[in-house]
């Protein structure tokens, strides 16, 4: 349709009542004829009949001769091929933006207008399946008919929608990346929300709060499409449970312990890590409610720190409950275990055990630590302290270095023999950090007889036994060393020979 007082006015100026009519798919373009709709309205409006390949059952062959009239609607053509010019029909693929051009002579301009050949969008979300709390949801809008402008950027709304409670609906304005370029881009910022003191945004923020399983619809509501009406796309996006994996032997008797676990554990640098024996079965758990139940292997790997080997071992683990997952690992000290993967970890006493789940969404590797115990070994020797003679005890046990940041402390039990009733406690501390050697000593006093008040020494006279003993928690047993007592002797010499 123009509106154009010029054109009425003559015969001639008549002539100039067409407009030319060209597709973004090529260079096919139709001069269409326009005639004023009534006596004196300025107002002239021509039609150009499009067609387009249809793949429907309810399609009619295809039509390539004139007249078109004799072709029912919708006329079937083959349109991905250029169409002749000037014919009557324009050859027009879905999402083609079609563009009519009015040349006005007084006063001189050139004037344009922009269709579309409806297609349904298309939405895409990245991530698409998953996503972390804190971060942002990509989204994308893939729609020629949004692009009404081809000179100018456009935008688009869509809907971002949660059923986490209270939590408003979301308008996210989206962006052409380029002019005419029809894809538009946009991006909704989340926050992550303690689901035991949850975050609520208001319906104005430019954010989401989400919770770990909370899903997020995202909705674009197509308003041009080729059989008319409104289609609704939507995608949806969960927010990921952080994967969490426990490595640790089995209670044989799981009344007796709230871990399950048969042996103690610690925490290093947020770092759980639980006891075992060279030789222990290890089993291995993992949660993570991601994780549907057809997935049939996850990546969990095994290995041993330190090592001289190289060994290591992938882990075959399976569905026990919704999100839960279980294995094991056997280890041996036996050498003929080393080559790699080969169902059995070589490890050595006083190694850890380093089994690793990589967590795809959040992407982590989620490790489990096992510390192989190993037996405490006692060590004694005589030694003068600030010029007191001492008896120096030496313990090695990195069972009890349970963290690598601090001194720590170990005590021992030193008795004379001779007073079985008479038991000192010695406190050793740890050389250095993360050292697993721990020193200590108690001064030696020379009597024949017992303390009758504990003054942190130990009496004896040369010759007497001592016994220092351990009670070394993993392997669980006590470990002793016996000693004997060797005081300097005193020559006396006459005032008068």
């Given at each position: 349709?123009?509106?154009?007082?010029?054109?009425?006015?003559?015969?001639?100026?008549?002539?100039?009542?067409?407009?030319?009519?060209?597709?973004?798919?090529?260079?096919?373009?139709?001069?269409?004829?326009?005639?004023?709709t009534g006596y004196n309205t300025n107002v002239f409006t021509g039609k150009l009949l499009t067609c387009t390949r249809c793949s429907s059952v309810t399609c009619p062959d295809m039509c390539f001769t004139s007249p078109w009239a004799n072709c029912d609607q919708p006329v079937n053509c083959p349109s991905e091929v250029e169409g002749l010019s000037n014919d009557g029909i324009l050859y027009v693929e879905k999402g083609n933006i079609i563009t009519s051009t009015y040349v006005e002579r007084m006063p001189e301009a050139t004037?344009?207008?922009?269709?579309?050949?409806?297609?349904?969008?298309?939405?895409?979300?990245?991530?698409?399946?998953?996503?972390?709390?804190?971060?942002?949801?990509?989204?994308?809008?893939?729609?020629?008919?949004?692009?009404?402008?081809?000179?100018?950027?456009?935008?688009?709304?869509?809907?971002?929608?949660?059923?986490?409670?209270?939590?408003?609906?979301?308008?996210?304005?989206?962006?052409?990346?380029?002019?005419?370029?029809?894809?538009?881009?946009?991006?909704?910022?989340?926050?992550?929300?303690?689901?035991?003191?949850?975050?609520?945004?208001?319906?104005?923020?430019?954010?989401?709060?989400?919770?770990?399983?909370?899903?997020?619809?995202?909705?674009?509501?197509?308003?041009?499409?080729?059989?008319?009406?409104?289609?609704?796309?939507?995608?949806?996006?969960?927010?990921?449970?952080?994967?969490?994996?426990?490595?640790?032997?089995?209670?044989?008797?799981?009344?007796?312990?709230?871990?399950?676990?048969?042996?103690?554990?610690?925490?290093?640098?947020?770092?759980?890590?639980?006891?075992?024996?060279?030789?222990?079965?290890?089993?291995?758990?993992?949660?993570?409610?991601?994780?549907?139940?057809?997935?049939?292997?996850?990546?969990?790997?095994?290995?041993?720190?330190?090592?001289?080997?190289?060994?290591?071992?992938?882990?075959?683990?399976?569905?026990?409950?919704?999100?839960?997952?279980?294995?094991?690992?056997?280890?041996?000290?036996?050498?003929?275990?080393?080559?790699?993967?080969?169902?059995?970890?070589?490890?050595?006493?006083?190694?850890?055990?380093?089994?690793?789940?990589?967590?795809?969404?959040?992407?982590?590797?989620?490790?489990?630590?096992?510390?192989?115990?190993?037996?405490?070994?006692?060590?004694?020797?005589?030694?003068?302290?600030?010029?007191?003679?001492?008896?120096?005890?030496?313990?090695?046990?990195?069972?009890?270095?349970?963290?690598?940041?601090?001194?720590?402390?170990?005590?021992?039990?030193?008795?004379?023999?001779?007073?079985?009733?008479?038991?000192?406690?010695?406190?050793?501390?740890?050389?250095?950090?993360?050292?697993?050697?721990?020193?200590?000593?108690?001064?030696?006093?020379?009597?024949?007889?017992?303390?009758?008040?504990?003054?942190?020494?130990?009496?004896?006279?040369?010759?007497?036994?001592?016994?220092?003993?351990?009670?070394?928690?993993?392997?669980?047993?006590?470990?002793?060393?016996?000693?004997?007592?060797?005081?300097?002797?005193?020559?006396?010499?006459?005032?008068?020979?």
């Amino acid at each position: 349709t123009v509106v154009d007082a010029d054109l009425g006015l003559t015969a001639a100026t008549v002539l100039d009542a067409y407009v030319v009519v060209t597709t973004s798919k090529d260079f096919e373009q139709e001069r269409v004829p326009l005639f004023e709709t009534g006596y004196n309205t300025n107002v002239f409006t021509g039609k150009l009949l499009t067609c387009t390949r249809c793949s429907s059952v309810t399609c009619p062959d295809m039509c390539f001769t004139s007249p078109w009239a004799n072709c029912d609607q919708p006329v079937n053509c083959p349109s991905e091929v250029e169409g002749l010019s000037n014919d009557g029909i324009l050859y027009v693929e879905k999402g083609n933006i079609i563009t009519s051009t009015y040349v006005e002579r007084m006063p001189e301009a050139t004037l344009s207008a922009f269709s579309h050949v409806a297609r349904v969008g298309s939405l895409e979300i990245i991530p698409s399946d998953y996503m972390v709390g804190g971060d942002r949801l990509n989204i994308i809008v893939l729609d020629n008919d949004l692009n009404k402008d081809p000179t100018v950027v456009e935008t688009v709304d869509v809907r971002v929608a949660t059923l986490k409670v209270n939590e408003p609906t979301k308008l996210v304005t989206l962006t052409e990346d380029e002019i005419n370029s029809g894809r538009f881009v946009g991006f909704l910022t989340t926050i992550p929300s303690d689901p035991a003191n949850p975050t609520v945004a208001l319906r104005t923020d430019l954010f989401m709060a989400v919770e770990p399983g909370d899903e997020i619809d995202v909705v674009y509501s197509d308003e041009a499409i080729p059989n008319g009406g409104v289609q609704e796309i939507t995608r949806r996006v969960t927010v990921a449970f952080t994967g969490t994996i426990k490595a640790c032997v089995a209670s044989v008797n799981a009344s007796l312990s709230t871990s399950g676990c048969q042996y103690t554990r610690f925490s290093d640098n947020g770092l759980v890590t639980y006891m075992a024996l060279p030789g222990d079965t290890i089993t291995v758990n993992i949660t993570d409610r991601d994780i549907s139940s057809a997935t049939q292997d996850l990546n969990v790997t095994a290995y041993a720190s330190p090592t001289k080997t190289g060994d290591y071992q992938v882990l075959e683990v399976i569905q026990v409950a919704t999100g839960e997952f279980s294995g094991q690992l056997r280890t041996s000290t036996n050498p003929i275990y080393a080559p790699p993967n080969d169902g059995v970890l070589l490890i050595e006493p006083d190694t850890d055990i380093v089994v690793t789940y990589i967590d795809r969404v959040p992407r982590l590797n989620q490790d489990a630590r096992v510390r192989m115990a190993v037996k405490g070994v006692l060590e004694t020797r005589a030694a003068l302290l600030n010029d007191i003679a001492t008896l120096a005890v030496n313990l090695t046990d990195t069972d009890i270095n349970r963290d690598s940041a601090v001194r720590e402390a170990a005590v021992v039990s030193v008795v004379n023999l001779r007073f079985p009733d008479i038991i000192s406690s010695v406190s050793l501390l740890e050389s250095d950090a993360n050292s697993g050697r721990f020193e200590g000593s108690i001064a030696l006093a020379l009597s024949a007889g017992a303390e009758s008040v504990s003054d942190g020494s130990l009496r004896g006279i040369s010759g007497d036994a001592v016994r220092i003993t351990y009670a070394d928690a993993l392997p669980q047993g006590t470990r002793q060393m016996d000693t004997t007592l060797r005081f300097a002797g005193t020559v006396h010499l006459p005032a008068e020979l």
